[in-house]
T-cell receptor, first 112, second 116 residues
């Protein structure tokens, strides 16, 4: 079955540091890949997505590239802000199926 | 536009009582998902519907849990009887369904349930 493995947290960084959160996946076909973010006290919201190999998703300074050869979708941001403090979830879905398989989430804290 | 609406936002009840959580999906979305989130187990999919029909309920913990979607604009998740281990945040999410698997799920704000 499908699975998503993401970097264990929590992660604490200083403001303006470079961020990488690793995500690898196992899937039988050609899944779509997503990063969702959850701010304190809120539901999850889509941060970015990529639907085929070599696609790059980007939003709010975050980027992730769909790497089929390494089955990875690592999240990066060049300069983090305190407002980026949240929990980040990597997820995938199969074609023909709207069900998402989520990773365990990575809690990110940015200190001024 | 209104997003996914959940009620109540907070619920505190005593063990053995019946609890009903409600969800109104975004208009035009025909897939609806119920999730549970806890520190210990993370985010779990309980059940999802396409066009009001339950498609996968393999995540429903046990017979105490039931979910219905009587129409396209309303769904309920019921726990009867409730137990302290059911304490969690319950999220409802909706998405358009086109069979591609590429669509974003839109999450509601969640219902925080505490069973004493």
């Amino acid at each position: 079955g499908n699975s998503v493995t993401q970097m264990e947290g929590p992660v604490t960084l200083s403001e303006e540091a470079f961020l990488t959160i690793n995500c690898t996946y196992t899937a039988t076909g050609y899944p779509s890949l997503f990063w969702y973010v959850q701010y304190p006290g809120e539901g999850l919201q889509l941060l970015l997505k990529a639907t085929k190999a070599d696609d790059k998703g980007s939003n709010k300074g975050f980027e992730a590239t769909y790497r089929k050869e390494t089955t990875s979708f690592h999240l990066e941001k060049g300069s983090v802000q305190v407002s980026d403090s949240a929990v980040y979830f990597c997820a995938l879905s199969d074609p023909g199926n709207e069900k998402l398989t989520f990773g365990t989430g990575t809690r990110l804290t940015i200190i001024p | 536009d209104a997003g996914v609406i959940q009620s109540p936002r907070h619920e505190v009840t005593e063990m053995g009582q019946e609890v009903t959580l409600r969800c109104k999906p975004i208009s035009g979305h025909n897939s609806l998902f119920w999730y549970r989130q806890t520190m210990m187990r993370g985010l779990e999919l309980l059940i999802y519907f396409n066009n009001n029909v339950p498609i996968d309920d393999s995540g429903m913990p046990e017979d105490r849990f039931s979910a219905k979607m009587p129409n396209a604009s309303f769904s309920t998740l019921k726990i009867q009887p409730s137990e302290p281990r059911d304490s969690a945040v319950y999220f409802c999410a909706s998405s358009p369904f086109d069979g591609s698997g590429r669509n974003e799920q839109f999450f509601g704000p969640g219902t925080r349930l505490t069973v004493l």
